[in-house]
């Protein structure tokens, strides 16, 4: 769905504990399900037809809160929508941009429903989009660490490696977080807007709701990983002072 900056850690130093492995397979599972789960429910909502596309849908909506200034285009790959408060674009998949169908009005909303926010300059958004370029400092720097840690630059007992770890990982954890009331806002503002004007109604109320739900749980799964690598590390750090 929406793009996000996810951080990489896949690369573990040497010598690094099993709780590592624990935490990063369930990680890796949970998102494997809700993932799973995403495209499935999109598969089934893509057989209930809409007399609209996403990307008219993503007119309306937008014309509706009397946003003109916002482009509607296309992107390559599938789920990969998202709204960029930069450039001003709602950014349609395929699957989205020309589907007359449920999953595809619901995910026209909601990026619109990112819009809507934008316009209204609501914080958690704002919040998120200062946060950006910190976050992809801390996001390269992490993967350089953990790179120089798994070729055997650093130990991973090192205090100062630790520290770079928890810090970089605190930044990624909290703009995750930031992330989940301005997903879910966007959702709930979608929703809003497709009941009223109508179009929840030959939706099937349920479906959309549905949609949209797994479209945020996306990051929900996203924010659990990354606070429990964190968790994980600061552990790590706090039980070499004792």
Known sequence: MMTTLLLQTTAAPLGIGIGYWVILGGTMLMSFLIS??????????????????????????????????VKITQVNGHLTDHYDPIN???????????????????????????????????????LRSRMVPVVSIASQLMNVVMLLGFVGMFAMGNGALLWVIVACLAVTTAFSLVTLPVEFDASRRAMVWLESSGLANSMEHGRAKNALFWAAMTYVAAAIGSAAMLMYYLMQLLGRRE
């Not at 008219?56 to 200034?69: P, Q």
Request: net charge positive.
């Open 88 to 126: 001003k674009t709602v950014n349609l998949s395929e699957s989205v941009y020309h589907m007359n169908n449920v999953a595809a009005a619901a995910v026209a909303a909601h990026e619109c429903g990112h819009a809507v926010q934008h316009k209204q300059a609501y914080a958690w958004l704002g």
């Open 36 to 69: 799973s789960t995403l495209k499935r429910r999109f598969n089934q909502h893509s057989q209930v037809p809409l007399r609209v596309t996403g990307a008219e849908v993503a007119a309306m909506m937008l014309r509706s809160h009397g946003i003109t200034d």
